[in-house]
């Protein structure tokens, strides 16, 4: 994905960044209302914003189908989806890109929210952060390449507390991770 040139502030919440398909029920660019726009491998949609297609998020079943808004959000900007967005395609989204492109950003961003946050959190703020993979199984979401065996450990010991912290701070009335 290219970085935004979009700034994050200016999101229209109340649209849509990510179209995926939920267990393959989507699986071509007609789908999701989308036109190939000739010479680019970018789409369009009926309003003109420009699509480019990416493999989603695994829901059990492999990556979904579906395609990111172009330009691209930053990691302020999928954090903005991620926590305030209605949509749960920008919510999955937010959390799915931000672990991908940006983990350090996550890590350090989760870790302020932990901080700040000395109480438990609100079911609506606990269902969002439990779309972040890293958040329920404590594996290490940071980047491994070129960094020493004891960076990666303490990363990978950062997102164990982390998780810790989620699981002490998270609502336990969440019906459904989704």
């Not at 990691?75 to 395609?89: M, R, V």
């Not at 991908?100 to 269902?127: M, V």
């Not at 960094?147 to 609502?171: G, M, T, Y």
Request: proline share 5%.
């Amino acid at each position: 994905m290219m970085p935004i040139s979009k700034p994050w502030k200016m999101m229209n919440l109340d649209e849509k960044y990510f179209y995926a398909s939920f267990r393959y029920n989507k699986n071509s660019p007609e789908d999701f209302g989308l036109s190939p726009l000739p010479d680019t491998g970018l789409f369009v949609d009926s309003q003109g914003c420009q699509w480019k297609q990416e493999p989603m998020w695994d829901e059990g079943w492999g990556d979904e189908y579906g395609f990111v808004r172009q330009p691209a959000a930053d990691a302020k900007g999928l954090w903005k989806l991620l926590i305030e967005s209605p949509h749960y395609e920008n919510q999955r989204g937010g959390a799915e890109f931000l672990a991908r492109l940006y983990p350090e950003e996550l890590k350090a961003q989760l870790t302020s929210l932990f901080q700040r946050e000395k109480k438990k959190l609100g079911r609506d703020l606990s269902k969002r952060l439990a779309k972040i993979e890293s958040l329920k199984t404590g594996t290490n979401g940071s980047d491994v390449l070129g960094k020493s065996i004891a960076e990666i450990n303490k990363d990978h010991e950062d997102w164990k507390l982390l998780k810790q912290e989620f699981e002490k701070r998270r609502s336990k009335s969440l019906f459904r991770w989704r």
